[in-house]
């Protein structure tokens, strides 16, 4: 810090930091009163931080360790201010903390909110935690002036939300924050009830309603007017009120986790959960308990309703809060719950957890892995109850972070057992319905031996495949693999139950104890008796297949295209090549329908002369079409298309 003073400049917001401006002050947002919580978290979170770091550098505090929150409305002013001694800021960290918005999302935020109308705006606020600009939604002007520990000038920071700021280095006595809202006529006058954040009453029950459980105490003065007594302790009626203050908590302070659960409703769980984790909706599911023995800890689990808009897009920062003894010791503590089970969010608080201990040295904690192991393991428990007793929930839940539950399945070897129960799929028994593995195992038909699957991007397109049509004719029921990590998940499992899996376009169908063995038989004469054929059609297509068959699994389509029962599949292929270029190939299998028309065609060309250039493109544009119905692209689609022109032609003129 320079000892010269710097002088006042006006700043422009970063673009995006405006765009967040005009939206919160000619918001949605219906429920203006929050910006009171965001303000109270703001400063009760820049407390733990001083807090925290006071334990290990007492001189950081200054003397001034009796932390607390204040609340100061002037009906003169019309301002309202929420003063804290927590770390306050420097000048730099005013510029990038309040600013610009340094948060990525922020930009996405505002995308998201314009493609899905007003509506979802609160929800979304919640999800992407734009706190303290939420100021600007209730004042005209805000005013922040901050000084952090060790600095000898404040800042002053003003804006009226019009795009640009000013900042200047200013006194300020005291370590901390002070926020001032010149709050808009609308939101101050007596009249509108409710609305009035000037009031005492209402400020003091919006901290009950969302900042009961902050764990410094908001205060706020309190003016009492009394008529002095006499010597009998009667008031003396004519004598002019004396007025005295009152300095009253507000807030109870207890932290909730501690508190006994069945002393706990539902509503304060949820405005626990809101405040503490910057989320607008209730959360999905709540797990609150207390362990004893071994380890000791309590703690105080939530899945949110809806996972963050970024969840499946990037690293995503949430992860649980540890306290020990009701201190704050860490937030984001993602290292306790297995990667799957990211959407988690919560708190544990343990007498075991040290309290000035690095990040690296917790992953090491044994007592900590043993937490993370017992809360897995309960968190699934819940997950599995639901299932059986709460099936809509379930499938809720199922929705959010399905995926997430079966990347589970594929990154850790040791969870598939665990995970494998709470999978859902949509099959071809019902249009709307999921189904799980044992239910599905459970209607198997007596000679099924494995499990059917087919891979696809959505239902109608699976429906459609060719390998689908023997299988719909024997009744026999296939999962849908609609998203592309089901198939990962699959091939992880292997089998369910004993029960192996199947991609119906892979090798053997293993259909015959149910599908007449007739059938196997006739396949097998079929291709005895075509066996030229089929090798003359694989020599036309060398380097791009490895066999050709006659198919057991086509009903009317000419043609498909399967894979070994080796290797990779065609569509994790696709996967694959999306990720990496230079991947592994599926081995490619082309099967022929022998009763199709076309089959017949093909043989006459052959037996015509198998080296005509009509038989060749027959070869050609079999293929090619069994690479569009697996939705590829043929090789060479200019050459594909002008043989099919020049077959339309030749068929026109016949
Ligand atoms: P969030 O709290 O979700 O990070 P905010 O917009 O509410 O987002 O706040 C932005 C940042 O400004 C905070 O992360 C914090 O670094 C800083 N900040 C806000 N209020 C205070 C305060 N009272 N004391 C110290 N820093 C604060």
Not at 177 to 190: G, M, R
Not at 215 to 222: D, E, G, L, V
Not at 264 to 277: G, L, P
Not at 626 to 653: S, V
Request: glycine share 4%; hydrophobic share 35%; net charge negative.
């Amino acid at each position: 810090m320079t000892q010269s003073t710097i002088a006042k400049e006006t700043r422009e917001f970063q673009t995006e930091t405006k765009q967040l401006l005009d939206l919160m002050i000619h918001s949605i947002y219906t429920n203006r009163e929050i910006f009171l919580r965001e303000l109270i978290s703001n400063a009760s979170d820049a407390i733990d931080k001083i807090r925290f770091e006071s334990l290990t550098n007492q001189e950081i505090l200054e003397g001034n360790n009796d932390f607390e929150i204040f609340l100061i409305p002037d009906e003169n002013t019309k301002n309202l201010t929420i003063s804290d001694n927590g770390m306050g800021m420097t000048y730099d960290e005013v510029i990038e903390n309040i600013g610009t918005i340094a948060k990525s999302g922020t930009k996405a935020f505002l995308e998201k909110l314009k493609d899905s109308g007003e509506g979802t705006a609160n929800e979304l606020i919640g999800q992407f935690g734009v706190g303290f600009y939420s100021a600007f939604m209730v004042a005209k002007k805000v005013t922040v002036i901050t000084r952090a520990p060790g600095q000898t000038k404040g800042v002053r920071w003003e804006s009226t939300g019009d795009g640009t700021y000013t900042i200047e280095e200013c006194d300020k006595e005291s370590r901390g924050t002070i926020i001032i809202l010149t709050l808009n006529d609308e939101y101050c006058s007596a009249d509108h009830s409710g609305e009035n954040f000037l009031d005492r009453y209402t400020l003091q029950s919006l901290v009950k309603k969302y900042s009961d459980y902050i764990r410094y105490p908001i205060k706020m003065n309190f003016t009492k007017e009394e008529k002095p007594l006499d010597a009998d302790g009667k008031v003396i009626e004519d004598a002019p009120a004396k007025q005295t203050v009152e300095v009253r908590t507000l807030n109870s302070m207890t932290p909730l986790w501690t508190k006994n659960k069945k002393d706990i409703s539902k509503e304060e769980y949820h405005q626990f959960y809101k405040t503490m984790f910057y989320d607008w909706e209730d959360p999905l599911e709540i797990i609150h308990s207390k362990v004893e023995g071994v380890v000791e800890y309590t703690t105080v689990l939530f899945i949110p309703a809806h996972a963050p808009f970024d969840f499946y897009q990037r690293e995503s920062t949430s992860g649980i809060r540890l306290y020990s003894k009701n201190v704050f010791v860490m937030d984001n503590y993602k290292d306790l719950l297995p990667d799957y089970l990211r959407f988690v969010r919560g708190l544990v608080d343990s007498p075991d957890f040290s309290l000035n201990i690095s990040r690296e040295l917790l992953q090491h904690s044994s007592q900590l892995q043993k937490v993370g192991k017992n809360l897995e393991k309960s968190l699934l428990k819940t997950l599995e109850t639901m299932l059986s007793k709460e099936r809509s929930k379930y499938e809720t839940f199922w929705k959010e972070y399905g995926k997430a539950i079966k990347s589970g399945i594929y990154s850790d070897f040791q969870n598939r057992e665990k995970l494998q129960d709470l999978l859902l799929f949509p099959s071809s028994q019902s249009t709307d319905e999921l189904t799980t593995l044992a239910d599905y195992v459970a209607r198997m038909q007596d000679a099924q031996q494995v499990i059917y699957y087919a891979t696809g991007k959505d239902r109608s397109s699976v429906e459609r495949l060719p390998q689908m049509e023997l299988l719909r004719e024997k009744g026999i029921e296939v999962l849908y693999l609609l998203d592309r990590v089901d198939e990962f998940a699959i091939e992880a499992l292997r089998e369910y139950k004993d029960k192996k899996f199947q991609s119906i376009s892979r090798g053997d169908l293993k259909l015959d104890e149910i599908a007449d063995s007739e059938n196997k038989q006739e396949v097998e004469n079929l291709a005895k008796e075509n066996e030229t054929l089929l090798k003359a059609v694989q020599e036309r297509l060398t380097g791009k297949i490895a066999d050709v068959k006659i198919s057991n699994r086509l009903k009317s389509s000419p043609v498909c295209l399967v894979s070994g029962d080796n290797g990779i599949s065609i569509s994790m292929e696709q996967i694959l090549t999306e990720i990496d270029k230079a991947s592994l190939k599926a081995q490619r299998i082309l099967e022929l329908n022998p009763h199709h028309k076309v089959f017949h065609v093909l043989k006459d060309l052959y037996e015509q002369d198998p080296s005509s250039n009509a038989f060749k493109d027959y070869c050609d544009l079999l293929y090619g079409q069994a690479l569009l119905m697996e939705g590829l692209i043929p090789d060479d689609p200019i050459t594909f298309a002008n043989k099919i022109a020049a077959l339309m032609a030749e068929e026109n003129k016949k």
